[in-house]
């Protein structure tokens, strides 16, 4: 047989150098280092976009020149990431949570509960959104909040997204894979413990800096907080129809897998009727912008453009990476999730056991249906999604709320201080999870 021809019918991870997953080490590297050792340049979405192009165009002329089908895949694959995401972020952007509840700490760990259910819906995005503003106005009070806003990242940015593809990026990506919708429901048990344990040390510690902070504040605090409560009203409410509507178009996708195109233009047309009958008041009231989902439009290209070859070379080889046992790919997937971003992680080692147990990484159904592959992807998915919450930088949200936490007058923990947070209270959880779950 001509050599030409055997190579062409040679998997791509074959085909492809060990050094073009460079690009994509230099993307996830770009994005954790940048944001604190260029502020300035990185700060602007133009800057963000060139720098993903500068990386990302010529890994897709390599990958094109020997398999055009990977770079379709994965350029449909970021229409539909960015369909789902900028969807939810114009609906949650026309819901307004109007009024104060008083920041006790009951108040506090049953919001953080909330946004934890919450968040499977609309996304981490999007609860993170929608509750951060009325947990300042509920704090305002009192001096000591930081804690509460680690709470939050932790509870309501992250690990309260792990029971469907809505909830968090990774699991939507495995949805785009075929994982099938409901799957992410068997992590209840998981989710539950987690989001349980971290409520149940969130109302100790706050109720601990709440007693001491009562004890040297003139007055009652538990009065003064009272005082300064105003009944909940929520404006923009229709917009609940268009959630639903969302959830409706993934699950008719997922069952009917309608042609390419179909189901992100049915995405688009909900965000667009959401846009027109939401009054412009309301985005602006909750100070909606354009500009966090253009970040993450400019950030993700360069993403998902770098990020062929690394899944390809793993996919072909991935059996080499030594990873055997489901608390190994946990820990592993989760240590990259705390510091790089978690979704394209998450498809780095669902790929690597897609090997392991000789299944095709660009259908993760295969993986679910396999016993011993299953129970891998539902270790990568636990790490990607909960590991998340480790660091800052881990999941898109952790900063958001830390911007906007801090605007709102919360002196946060520096990126070390959130850190020592992780290391005290999230790490010993979820070793626990790891332990009673995985093992």
């Known amino acids: 047989m001509d050599p030409i021809v055997r190579a062409s019918e040679l998997p791509l991870g074959h085909l492809l150098p060990v050094w073009s997953v460079a690009p994509f080490a230099l993307v996830l590297a770009g994005i954790a280092i940048l944001p604190l050792a260029a502020g300035r340049f990185w700060e602007h979405n133009r800057n963000k976009l060139l720098f993903s192009a500068l990386l990302g165009v010529p890994v897709v002329a390599l990958v094109a020149r020997l398999d055009g089908g990977a770079v379709a895949h994965a350029a449909h694959e970021y229409v539909a990431f960015m369909a789902l995401l900028g969807a939810l972020y114009v609906i949650s952007g026309g819901i307004v949570v109007r009024g104060t509840l008083s920041g006790t700490p009951g108040l506090n760990a049953a919001l953080l509960g909330a946004g934890a259910a919450l968040a499977s819906l609309v996304g981490t995005t999007g609860a993170s959104m929608l509750l951060v503003r009325p947990l300042l106005r509920a704090n305002s009070v009192r001096r000591g909040k930081a804690h509460v806003f680690v709470f939050f990242i932790f509870v309501v940015a992250n690990a309260g997204g792990l029971l469907t593809p809505l909830g968090d990026p990774p699991l939507f990506l495995g949805f785009l894979r075929g994982v099938p919708f409901t799957w992410t429901l068997r992590l209840w048990r998981e989710w539950a413990f987690v989001v349980g344990a971290l409520l149940l040390v969130f109302y100790v510690v706050d109720s601990t800096l709440f007693r001491r902070e009562d004890l040297a504040t003139p007055g009652d605090l538990d009065e003064l907080a009272e005082a300064h409560r105003v009944p909940l ?3 923009g409410a229709h917009n609940a129809l268009w959630l639903a509507a969302i959830v409706g178009v993934l699950v008719v996708a997922g069952t009917l897998a309608p042609p390419p195109g179909v189901a992100e233009a049915a995405l688009a047309g909900v965000a667009a009727l959401a846009w027109v009958t939401t009054p412009a008041a309301l985005r602006r009231e909750n100070r909606f912008s354009w500009g966090p989902i253009l970040e993450v439009a400019a950030l993700f290209a360069g993403i998902f453009a770098t990020m ?91 900063f958001m709320v830390k911007t906007i936490a801090e605007e709102g007058g919360v002196r946060m923990p520096s990126f070390f201080g959130y850190l020592a947070w992780s290391a005290a209270v999230l790490l010993p959880i979820l070793a626990a999870m790891s332990w009673l779950f995985l093992m």
């Open 233 to 235: 009203h929520v404006a």
């Open 308 to 398: 062929i070859p690394a899944l390809a070379i793993l996919n072909a080889r991935g059996a080499e990476l030594g990873l055997a046992e489901p608390w190994q790919y946990f820990w592993a997937t989760g240590a990259l999730s705390s510091v790089l971003d978690n979704a394209p992680t998450y498809l780095t080692f669902a790929s690597a056991a897609s090997a392991v147990v000789g299944t095709d990484a660009g259908d993760l159904s295969q993986l679910v249906a396999h016993a011993r592959g299953a129970g891998l992807l539902r270790a990568v998915s636990l790490g990607a999604v909960l590991m998340g919450a480790a660091t800052y930088i881990g999941n898109g949200p952790n």
